[in-house]
């Protein structure tokens, strides 16, 4: 049986953010909970990266994220890591660079610039 939160205990996990607008604005609304997930753990995995100054030559950050531990890190499988990118790259949300030889870099837009460029 599991037990109870008390005092200060509650904010004893690590946590990862989803904002807001991915579940309630109408822009992501067609965007399946598994992308949302996904873009919220590439969102947290940006925090790292820019300590790290993981930037391009255009002071872009960018993450290097292998699938095998994303698949590790998020319990998702392989294929629905797969289509869960593709659909965060159809909208919008993030944008891949691959080299050969090497890992692919990830870059995750920023979707509040999105929503205002929209509004303006």
């Avoid at 872009?60 to 869960?84: G, M």
């Avoid at 993030?94 to 929209?118: A, D, E, T």
Wanted: proline fraction near 2%.
């Amino acid at each position: 049986m599991m037990d109870y939160f008390y005092g200060t205990n509650a904010g004893q996990f690590a946590s990862v953010v989803i904002p807001k607008e991915l579940l309630t604005g109408k822009t992501f609304s067609d965007l399946s909970v598994s992308a949302k997930m996904l873009y919220a753990v590439l969102l947290d995995r940006m925090n790292e990266a820019s300590k790290n100054n993981w930037l391009d030559e255009e002071n872009r950050v960018y993450i290097v994220y292998p699938l095998s531990q994303l698949e590790e890190d998020i319990n998702f499988s392989k294929h629905t890591i797969i289509d869960c990118m593709k659909e965060l790259e159809k909208i919008g949300l993030i944008c891949k660079h691959q080299v050969k030889g090497k890992p692919s870099k990830i870059y995750v837009k920023n979707f509040n610039r999105r929503i205002l460029r929209s509004v303006g």
